[in-house]
C-alpha cells in the first residue's frame, strides 16, 4: 500500500516537472532551467519504476537501459551541430517504435482489458509504428543514405488504400487474436509511415518532423492509458498537443496547409525555364564580392541550409566582424523554415556565437532590405525565390519570403547551378541586381575573409 | 483509471500542451522540438513494465526492445537538447558580460 503511495505521488511530482520542463524551455531565459526540470523528471520516472510491483527480468532491463541509452548518449554526443535535425528524428523514432511495442505485447497477450483499454492499444501501436518508420525515412533522408525523393503512381490513392488496410487488419488482429492477424497489422502500420513520408521532401522536412513527434507523443499518451500509467498519459498528451501547434506554425509559416504537405507534396522535376525567367546567372570573383561588401554600408546575411551543410557558421561570424570593425551594418535575416528544421539557422549561428541581437525574424526584417546595400545569400534558396510572390504555377507560391531581391545588391553563395532542393528555379539568380559566387559556403567564405583582410590592411 | 476521469486528464493535458507553447520565439523552435521529443521518452516507464511482467520469451524480447528503444529516446532526447540549449546560455551571458563593461 505504501509502495502505491510512493510510486503514484513520483509520477505526480514527475509529470509537474515535465510541464514545467517544458514551459521553461519555451523562454530563453529559462530554457535551460527547463531542460534540468524535465530530466530530473525523467530521472526520477525511470527509479520509482523500478519497484513497480510484480515486477521481473531487471537483469534484462539493466541490459536494455545501458545498452540503448548508452549508445544514444555517445552518439549524441559526437554527432555534429548541422546533423541534429536527423537526430531528433531518430530519437523520435525510437520512441514510436517503443510504444508500438509494448502495445505489441498488450495486444498479443489479449487480456480483456474492455473494448476502450483495446482499441486505444491498437490506436497507440498503429500511431507508434507509423511514427517509427516515417522517422526511420525522415533520417535516412537528412542523412543522404536516402538521396531520391519518390513518387508512387497514385500517391494519394495508395496512402488511402493502406490506410483503409491498416485499420481493417487492426480490427481482424483484436477480433481474431492470432499472433499471424497481429503481425499482418504491424506490418501494414510500419508500411503505411514509410509510404507516407517517402514522397515528402525538402521544405516540407521540418513539418513532417514535427508531425512525427506530436505522433509520437500521443502513441506513447495512448499507451500510458492502456498501462495505467498518468505519467505517461499527461506527458504523451502534452507533447502531442504542443507538437501539433508547432507543426501547425510551421505550415502556416510556409503558406502550406499540412494537408498538402502531406497530400500534395513539391514535385522534383525542375521546371525547364520556368515562367518569366529572364537573363543570365552572372558570375563575381570572390575580391570582387568582398570589395562590393568592404564599402557598403548595410550588409543582411540570409543563410540557409548551404551553410550547414558547408558548416560555414565560424567562417561567417569571423567575416562578420571583419565587416563590423570598418563600420558595416551586419545583421542576419532568418526564414522560418530555413534549413531542415525550424530554427536550424538559430542553433548554428549561436554554436558560432553570432550575438542574438543581430539575428532577425522574416517579419522584423523583411521591410530593411529595400535599404540595404547587400544582401548576402548562403546557400539558401527557395526562401528567398521571389516566384513565391509572383508566379502562380509555382509550387512554392504563397509562402512567404524574405525580400532579399529587394536589396541593391545581391550576392549568393551556391554549391552549383542546380536548381533549389523544392526543385524549383529561382529568379532572383537570374536578376539584373544578383551576382552568383559558386562553390561550397566555407571555402568561398574563407577567400571572403582573405580577401576582405587585404582589402582592410 | 476510471474511463471518465481519463479522459478529464487527456482533455487537460492537451490544453496544457497548447498552452504551454504558445508563446516560444522561433529562435527556441528546435530546441522546444527536441526537448519534447525527450520528454516523450517517457515511454520508458511504461517499457519497464511491460518487460517486468513478460512471461514468455516473445514479451521478453519486445519488452526488451521497447525498453532499448525507450531508453535510447530518452537519453538521445536529453544530450541533444542539453548541448542545443548549452549554446544559447553560454551566448547569452557572453552578450550580457559585455553589455555590462
Known sequence: ?457 | MEGFVALYIIMLAAFTGYAVISRVPVILHTPLMSGSNFVHGVVLVGAMVALGQAQTPFEQAIGFLAVLLGAGNAVGGYVVTERMLAMFKSEKNRTSAKKGQ
Open chain 1, 1 to 457: 500500500m505504501t509502495r502505491e503511495v510512493v510510486i503514484n505521488s513520483s509520477y505526480f511530482v514527475v509529470a509537474f516537472l515535465f510541464i514545467l520542463g517544458l514551459k521553461g524551455m519555451s523562454s530563453p531565459v529559462t530554457a535551460r532551467r527547463g531542460i534540468t526540470w524535465a530530466g530530473a523528471g525523467m530521472v526520477l520516472a525511470t527509479l520509482v519504476t523500478f519497484a513497480w510491483p510484480g515486477m521481473g527480468n531487471y537483469g534484462l532491463m539493466i541490459i536494455a537501459l545501458i545498452l540503448g541509452g548508452g549508445i544514444s548518449w555517445w552518439s549524441g554526443r559526437v554527432v555534429r551541430m548541422t546533423d541534429m535535425p536527423q537526430m531528433v528524428a531518430l530519437f523520435n523514432g525510437m520512441g514510436g517504435g517503443s510504444a508500438a511495442a509494448i502495445a505489441a505485447i498488450e495486444l498479443a497477450r489479449g487480456e480483456t482489458h474492455g473494448t476502450a483499454v483495446t482499441v486505444l492499444a491498437a490506436l497507440g501501436a498503429l500511431i507508434g509504428s507509423t511514427a517509427f518508420s516515417g522517422s526511420c525515412i525522415a533520417f535516412a533522408k537528412l542523412q543522404g543514405i536516402l538521396r531520391k525523393t519518390m513518387h508512387l503512381p497514385g500517391q494519394n490513392a495508395v496512402n488511402v488504400i493502406l490506410a483503409v488496410l491498416t485499420i481493417i487488419s487492426a480490427i481482424h488482429a483484436i477480433v481474431s487474436g492470432t499472433a499471424a492477424g497481429l503481425a499482418v497489422f504491424f506490418g501494414f502500420a510500419l508500411l503505411l509511415g514509410v509510404i507516407i513520408t517517402i514522397p515528402i521532401g525538402g521544405a516540407d522536412m521540418p513539418v513532417v518532423i514535427s508531425l512525427l513527434n506530436a505522433l509520437t507523443g500521443l502513441a506513447v499518451g495512448f499507451e500510458g492509458y492502456v498501462l495505467n500509467n498518468p505519467a505517461m498519459m499527461i506527458a504523451g498528451v502534452v507533447v502531442g498537443a504542443a507538437g501539433s501547434l508547432l507543426t501547425r506554425l510551421m505550415a502556416k509559416a510556409m503558406n502550406r496547409p499540412l494537408f498538402n504537405v502531406l497530400f500534395k507534396p513539391i514535385t522534383g522535376e525542375v521546371r525547364a525555364g520556368g515562367a518569366g525567367i529572364t537573363g543570365t546567372m552572372k558570375e563575381i570573383s570572390a575580391l570582387d564580392a568582398a570589395a562590393m561588401l568592404r564599402y557598403a554600408r548595410k550588409v543582411i546575411i540570409v543563410p540557409g541550409y548551404g551553410m550547414a551543410v558547408g558548416q560555414a557558421q565560424h567562417k561567417i561570424r569571423e567575416m562578420t566582424e571583419l565587416l563590423e570593425e570598418v563600420g558595416v551594418e551586419v545583421k542576419f535575416a532568418i526564414h522560418p523554415v530555413a534549413g531542415r528544421m525550424p530554427g536550424h539557422m538559430n542553433v548554428l549561428l549561436a554554436e558560432a556565437d553570432v550575438p542574438y541581437e543581430k539575428i532577425f525574424d522574416l517579419e522584423e526584417i523583411n521591410e530593411e532590405f529595400s535599404q540595404t546595400d547587400v544582401t548576402l545569400v548562403i546557400g539558401a534558396n527557395d526562401v528567398v525565390n521571389p516566384a513565391a510572390r509572383t508566379d502562380k504555377s509555382s509550387p512554392i507560391y504563397g509562402m512567404p519570403i524574405l525580400n532579399a531581391d529587394r536589396a541593391q545588391n545581391v550576392i549568393v553563395i551556391k554549391r552549383g547551378k542546380g536548381a533549389g532542393y523544392s526543385g524549383t528555379e529561382n529568379p532572383l539568380f537570374y536578376a539584373e541586381n544578383a551576382r552568383m559566387l559558386y562553390g561550397n559556403a566555407q571555402t568561398v567564405v574563407g577567400e571572403l575573409i582573405k580577401d576582405l583582410k587585404e582589402l582592410m590592411s
